[in-house]
């Protein structure tokens, strides 16, 4: 629909632009406070002092007055459950007030012609009449009326509901008015445009009066309305008229809501698809485009002509003339925000939906290829300057058609999009073109008749009162022991053995449930053995629960259900790593189960070729990754090892290379020459029973002969040049900062407390000094912290410092990073931070010994380091013992920025 006046009346909109152009209106003999704002060719405007923004448009030449009044109001203007609220409205007000109780028999009796009209962002009511003092006069006073004293009661609603409810189904009997609707609905996450202005049918029909009301209330005031009067009539009069049923209306005290929410750019093609009874195949294609205001509007305007119009259109010509379709078309939405702009076929039954839609998305989205000639934009100008003309030429039509521009926000765009049309640029059109017509902005609807639809039942709400009548609750758990995790509890209950060369602790408690946590560690091979293994020993890992000689793939699955465990495996350079959620009765099962696991597993070739495409698509899923960039850069930074070596860190490229390369031999050849009982940690916590737990280990590990030796891999500190790096991720609108720092010590060095205490206050806890200035003073992440990677032997430590950030927030965020460690340098912590600092976290540090599966893996690697929870306690008096010149001493000796090695991944604009 490309004329000047596209009227889509109630569930629609009445869409006109508009434009510029502005003499002051004349002054002479107002009335009082009324002020004379703008003359625009031969449309007058007024100002009421209650706000009332006036429009006159006189015009002798036909014998008839035209009296519009706008509301800029719309369903762009409800809130959650209030769909329909503003096309409801525009139903009651025609019910009446205590003075006018029937209005439309009243208009009737008059011989108005009247009606009125909602959409997205403006409802109106008008009314044309042959010219006529008595009723013109009238009419004003029945509007003033209806702006503040329409009744809006439950009686009225009632008995509109059965007329507003025809409507809708009327509406729903239209494919092709749904299947807009429904690429509307797809195309707008967050906006209102995508709900239709006819509402929600549970929202229309379970509408709260009180709520409605307040609608009234908040939008029918003076101060949100344009009253246009067009036609023949005496301007001086009319102004008065005007004055005196508008003008006692008091200017509201309340402010209107500001409405912000825009939706962000699409980003991949969208489809949906309508089945029902009847009618004929519909393709319609929605793309977003600019606002009605726009300068781009002008050039979309002429693009639905030069690819909609019949005959000269791009769309008549290859879809209906090629007999692909019965017939095209195209129109754009013209919004106060972004809207729409659809194009469409209608097929005759038997035409080929394929065939079409691939016809009708390659015509539109092959602008850049085939390119907009200026015949046909000279074509396209002419026809839209002669229908603006035709309609410029009719007062009915002017005053109403006002009402578009009025919602885009200024009545003065109907001129403007005129210029705009009449100046536009063959260089303009093509590039919008260009620049929406493209496959990540569409959003494709196809409606296909269907003689016996099969659908889902329909939506009802759940009445919760008589869903829980029948409900009765089990026995309460039974109350389990009080366990002070301590450290002195946790060794004193530890009980500790070994199976062959793997080392047990087991450290039975009550729990809830019965639940037990357990981990099995067990460690091969050396720097030799394991070179250029780091890919295979990952996929031995990986397939070891995907069926062994004796159990399939889903019966493993199967068992692990039955006995109520969750098992996850997984794999770091020399080592395999197995932990249980289990129960009491069912963890010597679960036990048993893994080690048929570890010690028959099958290699299937087709979990494999799954794996290995899982893994492929992780890797290019990081490849674009802003995150895994920056890590993946880092980590690479300064690595003095060969590519074999199973400490060097691989680009995303040997990654794919590594695991390309794959067979089923190689993990077999692996498992048989690493995998075995030789050395190892298991250790559960929990409501288990430790004999049972014992036999069960035993039984799974018994005769299991050791793999190869293991000698622990050494990760000596390497000293990286310092160097800062900045990676482009182009359309992401999320950025990373990453900060790395090698630190020359391990979690048993007498700084240890110190340092940890140091990182605390300054970027790991929730009143740190990173966050508090980076996330709740300035408000520029989401997440920033810093945070210690302690290691347990090498004195190879690692400081980290991380932010996430819109990319335009780069230079800020790397600003306020800086300046607060500086501060932290410079300054130091306060008292008042390490006393509130030590007492979160030791209270951070007690929480994660009460933590079950935490707990295991402490054991765990207790057992390998040759340790107790004594240590722990000694580091908890250390930190409690800790004076602020040693806090401040352990930052600044060992965080130093002139050492930093760190990188900025982001989509960041020149």
Known sequence: MHATLRSFVTAGFLVLTCAVGAQPAATAALPNGVRAVMSVEGVDEYRLPNGLQVLLVPDDSKPTTTVNLTYRVGSRHERYGETGMAHLLEHMLFKGTPTHRDPKAELSQRGLAFNGSTSFDRTNYFASFAANDANLKWYLGLQADAMVNSNVA????????????????????????ILSQRALALMFDWHNYGHSPIGARADVENVDIPSLQAFYRRYYQPDNATLVVSGRFDPTRTLGWIVESFGALPKPSRTLPVLYTLDPTQDGERSVTLRRVGGTPLLLAGYHVPSGSSADDAPIELLTIILGDTPSGRLHQRLTQNQLASGVYAYSYDLADPGALFAGASLAPGQDVDKARGELLATLESIAREPITAAELERARAKWLNDWDQSFTNPEQVGVALSGPIGLGDWRLFFLTRDRVRDVKLADVQRVAQQYLVPSNRTLATYLPTEAPVRAPAPVRTDIAKEMSAFKPQAAAAKVEAFEATPANLDARTQTFAVGGVKAALLPKGTRGQAVSAVLILHFGDEKSLAGQNATAQAVASLLDKGTTTLSRQQVQDKLDALKTELNISSTPGRVVVTLQSRRDQLPAAIELVGDLLRHPVFAPDTLDEFKRAVQTGIEQQRKDPGSLARNALDRLGNPYPRQDTRYKPTFDELVEDYRGLTVERL????????????????????????????????????WQPGAAFTRVPLPLVDVKPAQLLIATPDKPNANMLVRLAVPLNDLDPDYPALTMANFLLGSGSNARLWKRIREAEGLSYDVRSQIDWFNIDRNSTWQASAIFAPQNRAKVDAAFREELARALKDGFTDKELVEGKASLLSLRQLSRAQDGGVAFALANNLYLDRTFALAAKVDAAIGQLTLEQVNAALRKYVTPDKFVSVFAGDFKP
Do not use: I
């Open 668 to 703: 077999r050849e692996f498992h048989a020459r690493f995998y075995g009982a030789g050395q190892g940690e298991f250790a559960a916590v929990g409501d288990l029973d430790p004999a049972k737990v014992r036999t069960a280990l035993q039984s799974a590990l018994a005769g």
């Open 154 to 177: 439950r009686k009225d609603l009632d008995t509109e509901m059965t007329v507003v409810r025809n409507e809708m189904e009327s509406g729903e009997n239209n494919p092709s008015r």
